[in-house]
C-alpha cells in the first residue's frame, strides 16, 4: 500500500473514531466496566466532537472503566449524529447529556476529565477553563493558536496541577519512538539538515462562497467565540477553518505539529534561532483561504537547519512519499513518516549503516488515550507522552514559520525570554487578538 493509500486508510479509521468500537456490545461493554473498580471509573466529557474530537472520544472509550457522560458542540446536527453513532455501537446514550455550550459541561462536578476538539481558536479558554474547574484535559493539536496561548496553557497546567496531554498521538506510536532511539545512537553521523515535508493531495480549501445565514441548530456566535465576528460563510466553517488565521494556521500547524515536532524531537528539543518563510496561494487562487497552499520556511538551529515544505492538492514530496522527515547525516539519512522508517546509506561515508524499512505495529492515537487515562489515575504527570509543555514548544515553533510567512521578514527568536526580538512583530503576532468581550485568562 503506498503511502497515500495508506493514510487515506487511516484517516477513514480516524474519522469513523474507531471501528473496533462497533464490535462490542451492551454486554461486552459491561464486562469491561468491572474489571476496573468504582473507585478507578473516569467519567469524560467531550467539547468539539466533529472531527479528531470525536476520534479521540471513541478511542478512549475503549480503555476500560471509561464513561462518556457528557458531549458538547454548537452544531446540534454533529450532537444528534453522535448520539444516533453511540447507538450504533450498541452504547446506553440514557446517561449521556448533551450541550451546546461547553461552560454547562464544565460545570458538572462529576466529570473527571474532559477532550477539547474544537477548532483552535477556542483551545486556550477551552483548556485552562477545564483545568481551573478541576478537571484533566485532553487537548487537540495544536495546542494554541497564538504563542501568548500557549505560554497561558503551560501556566495553567502548572497553577492547577492537571494532567493535560496534548493530541500529538504520534508521541505515542512505537515506530516513531524507535526512530528517535537510532539517531541517539549517532550512527547517522553528524546531522546537518533535517527536511520536513507534507504534500497533502486530499487536502484543498473549499470553493468561494457567498455569505449566509448560519445553518438552522449552529449557534454561529458561540462558534466565533474570542475570533473577529464575521458574517457567516460555509467555506470557513467546520473542516475548513483550517485556511484562515482567525481560527488556525493552516497545514504548518494542522500537520506541522506533528511532523515538526519529530524533527525537533530527534534532535533534542533545541530551540531555534532564526526563521524565515516564503510562500502563496499559488496552487489554487481561486479558492477560498488565507492560509497558504504552498510554504517553504527555513529554521536556523545551533548545529543544524530544519526546511520545511509544504503543497496542498498535490502528493509527492520527497522520497515518493506525501509527507515524512529527513534527518540528514554525514553516514546515513533516517526518513520516518507515518508509514515507518528506514535508514538509508550514504555511499560516500567509509561508515556503512542502513536499516530496512521498520514498519508501524500499533495503533499511536489508541496508545496516546491510554497514556492519558493512566495517569489520570496515576497523577504521575511524568509520564504523560506530550504534555502540554510539549504541545506548546512545538506549536511555538510552527507559529513562528507563520510569522516569518506572514510578517516578510526574516525572524528572531530570543529564547532566553520566549519572545521575538522585534517588539513590533510581538504585538501583531505573538499576541493572542481576542474579541467580543473574551480575553486571555491571566494565569
Known amino acids: 500500500m503506498n503511502s497515500r493509500r495508506r493514510f487515506l486508510a487511516n484517516s477513514s479509521m480516524l474519522a469513523m473514531g474507531g471501528l473496533a468500537l462497533q464490535s462490542f456490545n451492551k454486554q461486552n461493554f459491561s464486562m469491561l466496566k468491572k474489571t476496573v473498580s468504582a473507585a478507578d471509573q473516569i467519567n469524560i466529557g467531550a467539547i468539539g466532537i466533529n472531527g479528531m474530537g470525536w476520534a479521540d472520544t471513541t478511542s478512549m472509550l475503549k480503555n476500560a472503566g471509561v464513561n462518556l457522560v457528557a458531549l458538547c458542540d454548537v452544531d446540534k446536527n454533529v450532537l444528534d449524529k453522535r448520539m444516533g453513532d453511540l447507538q450504533k455501537m450498541n452504547i446506553d446514550t440514557s446517561k449521556i447529556k448533551t450541550y451546546g455550550d461547553y461552560r454547562q459541561l464544565l460545570d458538572r462536578k462529576d466529570i473527571d476529565a474532559v477532550i477539547c476538539g474544537t477548532p483552535d481558536h477556542w483551545h486556550a479558554l477551552i483548556m485552562i477553563q477545564a483545568a481551573e474547574s478541576g478537571k484533566d484535559v485532553y487537548v487537540e493539536k495544536p495546542v494554541g493558536n497564538s504563542i501568548e496561548e500557549c505560554r497561558a496553557m503551560v501556566a495553567a497546567q502548572k497553577r492547577y496541577n492537571k494532567a493535560v ?3 500529538q498521538w504520534q508521541r505515542s506510536q512505537q515506530h516513531f519512538r524507535d526512530a528517535v532511539d537510532f539517531i541517539k545512537t549517532g550512527q547517522l553521523g553528524n546531522i546537518r539538515t533535517v527536511k520536513v515535508w507534507c504534500y497533502q493531495g486530499w487536502m484543498k480549501p473549499d470553493i468561494k462562497r457567498p455569505d449566509s445565514a448560519p445553518p438552522e441548530g449552529v449557534d ?8 473577529e465576528t464575521k458574517p457567516f460563510n460555509a467555506s470557513r466553517f467546520h473542516f475548513n477553518f483550517r485556511w ?15 511532523l515538526m515536532d519529530y524533527a525537533v524531537f530527534g534532535m533534542g528539543m533545541p530551540e531555534p ?12 487562487p481561486e479558492l477560498s483561504q488565507e492560509t497558504p497552499d504552498t510554504l517553504g520556511a527555513l529554521y536556523e538551529f545551533e548545529k543544524f537547519n530544519l526546511i520545511w515544505d509544504h503543497a496542498m492538492g498535490i502528493d509527492n514530496g520527497l522520497f515518493g512519499r506525501d509527507h515524512g522527515i529527513a534527518f540528514i547525516g554525514n553516514n546515513a539519512t533516517l526518513e520516518l513518516d507515518r508509514g515507518g522508517w528506514e535508514v538509508i546509506e550514504e555511499k560516500r561515508s567509509d561508515k556503512k549503516v542502513s536499516v530496512e524499512r521498520k514498519k508501524p505495529t500499533d495503533n499511536g492515537l489508541d496508545k496516546h488515550t491510554e497514556n492519558f487515562i493512566n495517569v489520570v489515575r496515576s497523577r504521575k504527570f511524568d509520564d504523560l507522552n ?7 514548544h512545538i506549536a511555538t515553533v510552527c507559529q513562528l514559520g507563520n510569522i516569518a510567512y506572514r510578517s516578510k521578514q526574516k525572524v528572531t527568536w530570543d529564547a532566553a525570554n520566549k519572545k521575538l526580538t522585534d517588539d513590533k512583530l510581538n504585538a501583531q503576532y505573538f499576541t493572542a487578538h481576542y474579541h467580543n468581550g473574551y480575553k486571555v485568562p491571566k494565569v
Not at 244 to 258: C, N, P, Q, S
Not at 273 to 284: C, H, M, P, R, V
Request: glycine fraction near 18%.
Open 273 to 284: 534561532k532564526t526563521i524565515s518563510a516564503l510562500g502563496g496561494q499559488f496552487a489554487y
Open 220 to 227: 454561529y456566535k458561540m462558534w466565533l467565540g474570542p475570533a
Open 244 to 258: 484562515f488565521w482567525d481560527y488556525a494556521g493552516g497545514l504548518m500547524t494542522d500537520w506541522g505539529v506533528h
Open 165 to 167: 496531554q496534548a493530541g
Open 386 to 392: 506530550c504534555p502540554i509543555q510539549t504541545g506548546a
